[in-house]
Structures are given as structure tokens and as C-alpha cells.
């Protein structure tokens, strides 16, 4: 099954998770899992997605048929997989080639405006994994929310804790313009602190109880204890950090406070969907988290931007 997208634009940030540096490899390796783009061509299997349509493209494929796709967990599909792989090219190109094009695309068959485009681009991955942690982490209507990290994944939690009612919303994070971006979103207090101080803090703002919902949204130790230790007994954190270590920290405290758990790989194609329609009608403004556009030649530096946190994320407009 073959297709092609042109037009197309990609998000760097993920890729090098954060060791922020590859290892030299002898196998070639195309860059990039988030994008979208219109179909050039299509393999003599595809059904369903046209040439010519406009498609956004999740950061895994998978079939959107077998047991686990109909489940809404499209990342643990039997048949898929993700791009920017060794073994599947990822999207940092002219083209990008499909597998499985008509479970993985998320075809728009509608006029778009291209003032959206940013904002349909993080349906491909940032605001579908703010979402997730979101959902995971059961953020309730008039309940509160906590926000760990201030990245492109954060931000957009703060904009899915909103979406979905929360009322108070903290944001953990330093840096001043993602600050600010945060509160745009709908943040309602910063904590700025680290360690025990950022816990002090979050006790002292939600009257020594902690809250209901934390997103965890860096990957980190600190992060990841920090966030078990802001959550109010009988809480949850949503994790959706990429995890640096193989267990799991903050054991103890989760335990003793009934804290749950939860989360992971975030299957964004199975919330295109319900994030679609706010994206079209401008309720909410994810794109704003692409705050620098390069073409393939300024990608090198799109990353160095990035790491230099002189950038919050960089799109490619091949
Ligand atoms: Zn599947």
C-alpha cells in the first residue's frame, strides 16, 4: 500500500526523547512522526483515502481493524507500528510513504481554511497526548487539574484539562513564554518551584489537599514523583512523559494514597475525532504551541532550537 503525501507539514520534538542526541548509525534513518498532508497516490489495497484528500497522520499506523484498533488503543495494533523508525520512514520529507493507509489516515474532506493548519497538526500527536493524559488522569467537570512540564505535550494538557471542565488548573513549568501560553490556554496558577517546594506549593493552592487530576507530561524521575506527590488522596496522574527509568517512581506515596496510575503511549488517532471539531469551530488553538517554522535544510537547527528552549515547537513546511 502505497501513498504519498506533498504539502505536507511535520513537527520535530519527540524524536530524540531526552538523551537529546542520537547515536551515530550507519542505517539511514528519515525523521519525523507527526504530519499532515494531501495524498499523492494511493497502493491498488487502499479503499477508502483518495488522491487528493487532505489527512492527518497519526504518529503510529495501524489497521482500524483488529481487536485492539476497535478498542481505541490504535498504538498496540497487531499490524502497526510508528514512523521515524529504522524500519518505516518518517515524515521529515518530501513524501512519506503510509502502511496500512486507510486505518491510519484520518481523512478531511472538507474545505480547511489554512489557518488551522498548526492546530490540525497537533492532532497528529501533541494534543492528542495532552488529551490522553487528560482523559487518564479523569479530569472532572469543577474538579481540579495539575499540569507537570511546560513543553508542547504540557500545553496542550492544560488546553485538554480545560476543554474538559476543570476548573482549577495548575501549570508546573519555568519558562516564561510557555508561562504565559499556558495561562492564554486556560491555567489558573503557576508553580514555578521544583522538588519539594513545587509540592508546597501545589498544597498551599488547593487548600493542603492536592488535586484530582495530575498530567504528567515529562517522563523524568522528578517529574514523575513529583506529580504521585501533588495528587490528592484518591487521585490520579495521567502519565504521558516518555519514561526515562524502568520502574515506575513515587511506589510509596501512590500507595499510601490510593493515588492511581495510568497511561502511556497516547492513541491519537482514536481522538481525532472528538478534538476535530473544536480545532474547526477555533474553540481551541493547539497550533499556537508552534512558535517557529523551518523548511528540511533549517531542521538541524529547528532541533537545536528546541533544545536551546528558544523554541517551544518547530514545524516543517517541506
Ligand atoms: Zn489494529
Known amino acids: 500500500m502505497l501513498l504519498f503525501g506533498s504539502r505536507a507539514a511535520g513537527g520535530a520534538g519527540t524524536d530524540f526523547g531526552h538523551n537529546k542526541k542520537m547515536e551515530r548509525s550507519d542505517t539511514r534513518r528519515v525523521m519525523g512522526h507527526e504530519a499532515i498532508g494531501v495524498v499523492e ?3 491498488a489495497d487502499v479503499r ?3 488522491r487528493g484528500d487532505f489527512v492527518i497522520m497519526p504518529f503510529a499506523f495501524s489497521d482500524g481493524t483488529c481487536v485492539f484498533c476497535h478498542d481505541g488503543l490504535q ?7 510508528f514512523f521515524g523508525t529504522t524500519d518505516v520512514a518518517g515524515a521529515q520529507a518530501e513524501a512519506v510513504r ?14 480547511v481554511d489554512d489557518a488551522l493548519m498548526p492546530s490540525l497538526l497537533t492532532l497528529s500527536d501533541v494534543m492528542g497526548t495532552g488529551h490522553h493524559a487528560a482523559v487518564i488522569s479523569r479530569v472532572t467537570p469543577g474538579k481540579s487539574a495539575a499540569v507537570v512540564g511546560d513543553g508542547a ?10 476543554r474538559l471542565g476543570a476548573e482549577q488548573i495548575i501549570i508546573l513549568g519555568r519558562h516564561a513564554d510557555r508561562i504565559a501560553l499556558a495561562r492564554d490556554f486556560g491555567a489558573t496558577d503557576v508553580v514555578s518551584e521544583r522538588g519539594d517546594a513545587a509540592v508546597e506549593r501545589v498544597r498551599e493552592l488547593t487548600g493542603d489537599q492536592g488535586v ?3 498530567l504528567e507530561c515529562v517522563g523524568l524521575e522528578q517529574a514523575m514523583n513529583t506529580a504521585i506527590s501533588i495528587a490528592r488522596p484518591g487521585g490520579a496522574v495521567g502519565r504521558v512523559g516518555v519514561p526515562q527509568e524502568q520502574t515506575i517512581p513515587g511506589s510509596e506515596p501512590a500507595f499510601y494514597n490510593n493515588v492511581m496510575v495510568g497511561g502511556g ?9 472528538e478534538l476535530l471539531p473544536d480545532v474547526l469551530e477555533g474553540k481551541i488553538q493547539p497550533g499556537r504551541v508552534f512558535d517557529r517554522i523551518v523548511g528540511l535544510d533549517g531542521v538541524p537547527d529547528g532541533y537545536r532550537a528546541m533544545n536551546d528552549r528558544e523554541a ?7
Not at 505535550?153 to 480545560?162: E, Q, R, Y
Request: charged residues 15%; glycine residues 10%.
Open 75 to 81: 498504538t498496540s495494533c497487531i499490524h502497526g507500528g
Open 212 to 214: 484530582h487530576s495530575v
Open 98 to 111: 503510509i502502511p496500512l493507509a486507510d486505518g491510519t489516515l484520518f481523512p478531511l474532506r472538507a474545505h
Open 265 to 273: 503511549v497516547a492513541p491519537v488517532r482514536a481522538y481525532i475525532e
Open 41 to 43: 497516490d494511493v497502493g
Open 312 to 318: 517551544i515547537k518547530v514545524m516543517v513546511t517541506p
Open 48 to 50: 477508502t483515502i483518495k
Open 153 to 162: 505535550v504540557g500545553l496542550c494538557g492544560v488546553i485538554a484539562a480545560k
